[in-house]
C-alpha cells in the first residue's frame, strides 16, 4: 500500500504535525487540497510536494536542476506532440527511444491523458512528473523562445560570417542614416553578420518578454544570458563562449565605447528603432576574472504610462502628492532602492502639472524619459556638469519647478535647500528604506533642522509590487492569523473586511509560469504640516519622526501592500516579501 503524501513529507523532514495541522485547518477553511494549502502557506514549497510524489508513485521526477525537464534536441519533438496540446494538457515531451516517448507531466496518475498520448503517438509513455511551474516555464522555452533565440544562437556560419567585430565598418549594414540600429531588418551581411544578428534577436527577444535588463557574464565552464522580467532573473538560451567577446564588441561599438579597454569598467549608451518607435539602452560592462560582464538596461517608453492615474498611488495618496507638487515653492524628496521606479513616478508627476505658464527644468544622470515642453540636462561629472553645479545654473534659467535625479551628498542638498527656499519647487530622490529617513539623511548632510522644516513639503518613499496575472489568478482565502495581521497593519476599516477578496499565484503560459504578469508601485507619502515641522525642528531621531508622520492619518509600505492585495490586485506573499512591518 502506497504511503500517504504527508507521511512522505514528514519523513524528508519537510513537514511537522503543526503544519499539517495548519494546512488542514485551511483546506476546511477553503475548500483547497491539503496539498494545495501546504504550498499556499508556505509551510511546504511546490519542489518538495512533487519530489514527494514522486516517491509515493513512484515516477521519475524531473528538473531544471537535475537535467532533465530538458527536451532532447534533434528528435522532432515538436511534431510529436503540438504546442496546443502539450499547453492544455501541462505535458513536456522529453526523449523518444525504441518506440516510447517519455513525458514530463504534473499529474502521472491521470491515466485517460497517458492514453490519449499512446493512441495519439503510437508510443508507448513514459512518464516524468514536474511541478506546474517548472513545466510552464521549460514549455515557454521549449515552444517559443528556442525557436527565435536558439536556432540563431545555434546557427553555424563560415569563417567569413563569424569573424570578430573589430571596427565599425563590419556593423553598418542594420543601422540606419540617423545611426540607430533597425531592429525591424531581418538580416545582416559581410564579415561579423552572425554576431550582428545573435545580437539582434536577443535585443528583439529582451523587448518581446518586457525585459527592464540584460545581464551576459562568462564563468570558467559556461556563459550565462539571463533577463530581468518584473524584478526577477530568468535564464534564457546562452551563446557559445567563443561568441561572447564578439556580442560585447558589437554593443561597445554601437555605445561608441572603446573595444579594446578591457581592463577597466565602461558605461555607455545607444538607441534603436523597434516596430516604429525608439528604444533606448543603457549599457555597463565590468571586468570580472573570467572576462568581461555586459549588463543592459532597456528604457522602452513604449511600455512606460506616465500618468499618476496609473502607478499605484491610492486616492489621499496621489491628493496629497499632487497638492505638494502644486505648491509655488518647498522640497519634495522621493525615497527608495534603485529600480523602484522612482524617476517614472516624479517625471509622472511632471508631466500632470506641467502648464505653459512655468518653466520646467531637470537635471538628470541620465535622462530617461523625454518630456515634452521640459528642458532636460544630462550630468556630466567628467567636464564638471555635477548636480550641484548643474542646480547653481538652473537659478540663473528663470525656473519654476525643477527636478533634480538625486541628491548624493551635502553640495547638492544644500543647492536644493537654497533653491526651494529662493521661490523654486524642487523634486528629488534619495536611496532610504523608508520616508522618514530622508530627514535624518538630510540634517546628517548638514542641512540645518529649522531650514529643513520650513522647506520640506512632503516626503515619500516606493517599492515595486509585482500584479497577479490576470488570466490565471486563484480565489483563496488566508488563514485567521494572516486575517487578522492584515487588519492590523492596513489600518483598513473592521467593517470593510468582509468586502476582501484574495487571490494567489497559479501559472500560466501568459506569464511564463510566474503567476505574475508586471509590477505596480505601492507609496507611503507624508505632506509636511506644523505639527511634524515642529518634530522635525525639535529632533532627528525615527521613532519619533515616525509616530509624528503616522499622527497625520497617512500609512506605511507595508499598509499599501494590504491595500492592494485585499483587492486581488497582487498576492499576500508578494507583500510580505516587498516590505517589512516597521516601513
Known sequence: MAKKLTDILKEQGKLNEEGLAKATLHSNQTGMSVQDSLVTLGIVKEEDITIAISKQLAVPYASKENGVLVPEKDQNLASIISEKFARENLILPLFAEDGSLAVAMNDPSNVFLLDNLKMMTGMSIQPFIASKSQLF????????????????????EDDSAAAPLDSQENLDDLTNADGKIDLDKESATGPGSHYVKMVNVILRQ?????????????????????????????????????????????????????????????????????????????????????GEKLVIRILDKGTSDLNVD????????????????????????????????????????????????????????????????????????????????????????????????????????????????????????????????????LTDMGIEPFLLASSLALVAAQRLIRVLCPYCKVPYLPTPDVLDQIAKESKLPERERSTWTFFKAAGCPKCAGTGYKGRKAIYEVFKINEVMRNTIYKTKDLIELRNAAMATGAWNLRASGWRKAVRGITSVEEVLSVTTADE
Do not use: W
Request: with cysteine.
Open 137 to 156: 516555464l521549460a514549455l515557454d522555452n521549449f515552444y517559443t523562445k528556442k525557436n527565435i533565440l536558439e536556432e540563431v544562437i545555434s546557427e553555424k
Open 310 to 441: 496609473k502607478l499605484g498611488f491610492e486616492p489621499r495618496q496621489k491628493k496629497d502628492f499632487l497638492e505638494a507638487a502644486a505648491m509655488p515653492h518647498g522640497l519634495i524628496f522621493l525615497t527608495g532602492p534603485t529600480g523602484s521606479g522612482k524617476t517614472t513616478t516624479l517625471n509622472a508627476v511632471l508631466s500632470t502639472i506641467k502648464t505653459p505658464e512655468l518653466n520646467f527644468m531637470t537635471l538628470e544622470d541620465p535622462v530617461e524619459y523625454k518630456l515634452d515642453g521640459i528642458s532636460q540636462v544630462q550630468v556630466k561629472s567628467q567636464i564638471g556638469l555635477t548636480f550641484a553645479a548643474g542646480l547653481r545654473s538652473f537659478l540663473r534659467q528663470d525656473p519654476d519647478v525643477i527636478l533634480v535625479g538625486e541628491v548624493r551628498d551635502s553640495e547638492t542638498a544644500e543647492a536644493c535647500l537654497k533653491a526651494a527656499m529662493t521661490g523654486h519647487l524642487v523634486l528629488s530622490t534619495l536611496h532610504t528604506n523608508e520616508a522618514i529617513g530622508a530627514i535624518p539623511r
Open 206 to 290: 529582451a523587448m518581446s518578454e518586457r525585459v527592464s535588463d540584460i545581464h551576459l557574464e562568462i564563468f570558467d565552464e559556461r556563459v550565462s544570458l539571463r533577463f530581468r522580467i518584473d524584478g526577477s532573473l530568468y535564464e534564457r538560451t546562452s551563446p557559445p563562449k567563443e561568441a561572447v567577446n564578439a556580442i560585447i564588441s558589437r554593443i561597445k561599438i554601437l555605445s561608441k565605447l572603446d573595444i579594446a579597454e578591457k581592463r577597466l569598467p565602461q558605461d555607455g549608451s545607444f538607441a534603436v528603432k523597434y516596430h516604429n518607435r525608439t528604444v533606448e539602452f543603457r549599457v555597463s560592462v565590468c571586468p570580472t576574472v573570467f
